[in-house]
């Protein structure tokens, strides 16, 4: 009497997952660079920043030049002081186009429902907040350093005796490049705004309140000794901190050391990315 075996293939119970496994920074970093690069509002944000900054640098250009011409002091060498103004004079305008691109970058998820597969990705969440300010950040440097270069070059010969000086890289290179980094940390602080608000028109309200608005409203109180400290602080506002690098001082407030402003704008772009991990630990998406 034969003995009936159990022909029944063997199923293999899949391993359970390492819960130490997890997506790597830089594949997020990855990740969030393929969905910045692969949205049109990006390039047009891009394009819309050269555009405006060369045509505004090219109007301060020849307004320099046309004063030169009425003025002939105005025709001595001046050092690199108004070739830099001409050059950054766009970061009036750029600043809040950075702002707005960190926003939306985090506020266009969630209306699309896109953050949900990124947190699903990502459940650690501070990652996904760190790589897309990283992509921003970095993005908005490098366009801004390309946006110099070509302004510098563009409005050369219309400054003639006050262009650019690159022998004196204190008063040249390093004014563009505070002015770059600071356009940077506004972007990565506009992406922890994004993160914090989760609304787009509402994260754009407090971002361009506290680039541009804030600094305005405080004009208006006279210099005089009881508004002294608004002044003051006024200092401390991203703008007016951001501009010290690269500027005599920003729209109000009084201008910075240049060690005392970075610190500041470092700290903005901090606190909203700290804000934007918070709120996000907190809350669902």
Do not use: C
């Not at 921003?136 to 350093?145: A, P, R």
Request: hydrophobic share 55%; net charge neutral.
């Amino acid at each position: 009497m034969s003995t009936l075996t159990n022909t029944t293939p063997s199923v293999k119970t899949p391993a359970a997952a390492d819960p130490h496994l997890h997506l790597s920074f830089v594949r997020l970093v990855r990740s969030e660079w393929i969905k910045f690069t692969t949205v049109r509002s990006t390039w047009w944000s891009i394009a819309l920043v050269i555009v405006l900054s060369v045509g505004l640098s090219l109007l301060m250009a020849a307004s320099f030049a046309s004063f030169a011409t009425d003025n002939a002091e105005a025709r001595m060498p001046q050092g690199n002081a108004i070739a830099v103004q001409v050059i950054v004079f766009s970061t009036v305008l750029t600043q809040l186009l950075a702002v707005i691109l960190g926003a939306i970058t985090v506020t266009s998820e969630y209306s699309t429902g896109m953050i949900r597969s990124t947190l699903t990705a990502a459940p650690g969440r501070d990652g996904a907040i760190l790589a897309k300010a990283l992509v921003v950040g970095v993005t908005m440097f490098v366009t801004s350093v390309v946006v110099f270069a070509i302004t510098a070059i563009v409005t050369g010969p219309i400054l003639t005796t006050n262009a650019l000086d690159l022998s004196q890289p204190d008063t040249s290179l390093m004014p563009l490049l505070g002015a770059a980094l600071y356009l940077s940390l506004v972007a990565m602080m506009g992406v922890g705004i994004g993160f914090v608000i989760r609304n787009g028109p509402g994260a754009l309200a407090v971002g361009i309140g506290l680039i541009f608005v804030a600094p305005l409203l405080v004009s208006f109180f006279p210099r005089v000794d009881n508004f002294a400290w608004i002044h003051d602080l006024a200092s401390y506002l991203p703008s007016n901190a951001g501009q010290s690098l690269f500027l005599t001082g920003g729209m109000s407030g009084t201008a910075l050391e240049t060690i005392p402003a970075l610190i500041t704008i470092v700290a903005w772009a901090v606190a909203a990315l700290v804000g934007g991990i918070a709120v996000l630990k907190m809350r669902d998406a």
